[in-house]
């Protein structure tokens, strides 16, 4: 059985930094890509961020080029987010999705979300 | 980048009823359209992806149709169950992109 269980959200300042996590199990996890999707309070769904399974290629939505890192780490099953100089508009649920192959795709398996808030 | 539209934003329908979203992209992504079902407070789940096809364990009463820039998924006998927001998934190219969604109401 997939699974996706993020972590590291929680409350982060204006121009701070927060790092989130998502431990993956039930698939071999470097034979696919992985992504970021958010979700700001009673809004749509916006992609963040895709990584290629050997971590080859990474794409970012502009919105957080330059600010976030995509990465992953396929001997322990686990993608990260390095989220730099936040705002209050990054304020959201924040999702990681298995892709349904290596590079892109759509995304068949979700984790439950973790809330990062961005406040003073 | 491609932007996508989806239409109505809300919808309010019966149980038995059969309604259709439709989702317009800016330009032609082919077939490479996902479908997605959201109840609140809960992650996304896969229902359609390459705008036709249905994933495993997704009741057969949904289906997707369209290729190029116009795109319907159609629920045919509404249960209580599927009450919930949908969004379609342009997964073309990079950027990837999410329509607005559609919330379907109970009437």
């Known amino acids: 059985e997939v699974q996706l269980l993020e972590s590291g959200g929680g409350l982060g300042q204006p121009g701070g930094s927060l790092r989130l996590s998502c431990a993956a199990s039930g698939f071999t996890f470097g034979s696919y890509g992985m992504t970021w999707v958010r979700q700001a309070p009673g809004k749509g769904l916006e992609w963040v961020s895709t990584i290629s399974g050997s971590s080859s290629f990474t794409y970012y939505a502009d919105s957080v080029k330059g600010r976030f890192t995509i990465s992953r780490d396929n001997s322990k099953n686990t993608l990260s987010l390095q989220m730099n100089s936040l705002t209050a508009d990054d304020t959201a649920v924040y999702y990681c999705?298995?892709?349904?192959?290596?590079?892109?795709?759509?995304?068949?398996?979700w984790g439950q979300g973790t809330l990062v808030t961005v406040s003073s | 980048d491609i932007q996508m539209t989806q239409s109505p934003s809300t919808l309010s329908a019966s149980v038995g009823d059969r309604v259709t979203i439709t989702c317009r992209a800016s330009?032609?992504?082919?077939?490479?359209l996902a479908w997605y079902q959201q109840k609140p407070g809960k992650a996304p789940q896969l229902l359609i992806y390459k705008a036709s096809s249905l994933e495993s364990g997704v009741p057969s009463r949904f289906s997707g149709s369209g290729s190029g820039t116009e795109f319907t998924l159609t629920i045919s006998g509404l249960q209580p169950d599927d009450f919930a927001t949908y969004f379609c998934q342009n997964y073309n190219r990079f950027p990837y992109s999410f329509g607005q969604g559609t919330r379907l109401e109970i009437k």
């Open positions: 330009e032609t992504i082919t077939n490479w």
């Open positions: 999705a298995k892709v349904e192959r290596g590079g892109g795709g759509y995304f068949d398996y």
